[in-house]
């Protein structure tokens, strides 16, 4: 995915317990990504447009956002984020929870990279890393 350099994964999650199995996931690969975490969508949107506080933040390689979040959902994030010439061709990997078709078709329509049920437990987690990981930062060629 990147030539060089540390890469720098947002991930947009409100449950902290889902946060601790990624982070889990992550260390278990021994993979050193810069993992930032936003809690709701507003900093999320803060964190990907580089306002406020993020202004001077590397901008993010990938994001892993979900769908059911407070305040600013999920939907809207994607749609702000694929709209803007400066950051629409980060990818987005929709992770989360619901498995209702209406949630699918609309993160495709709105050009999601991809839509993936969230796992339970901590060895689901890490194969799903570990596939996030071979595809987007070792298969996959993006641009950056």
Not at 27 to 46: K, P, R
Not at 74 to 94: C, N, Q, V, W, Y
Request: aromatic content about 8%; glycine content about 4%; overall charge negative.
């Amino acid at each position: 995915m990147n030539a060089g350099g540390k890469k720098n994964i947002l991930l947009v999650e409100d449950n902290a317990g889902d946060v601790l199995l990624m982070r889990e996931a992550f260390e278990e690969l021994n993979l050193t990504y810069t993992i930032t975490v936003a809690s709701d969508g507003l900093q999320a949107l803060d964190i990907i447009f580089k306002r406020g506080s993020y202004a001077d933040a590397k901008p993010p390689d990938l994001i892993l956002l979900d769908v059911n979040l407070p305040g600013v959902n999920g939907h809207e994030i994607l749609i702000r984020a694929k709209s803007d010439e400066a950051t629409r061709h980060i990818p987005i990997l929709m992770l989360t929870t619901s498995t209702n078709p209406e949630d699918i078709r609309k993160s495709y329509r709105n050009f999601a990279n991809a839509y993936i049920p969230k796992p339970i437990h901590l060895d689901d987690f890490i194969e799903l890393v570990s596939s996030i990981d071979r595809f987007w930062y070792q298969t996959a060629c993006v641009p950056v």
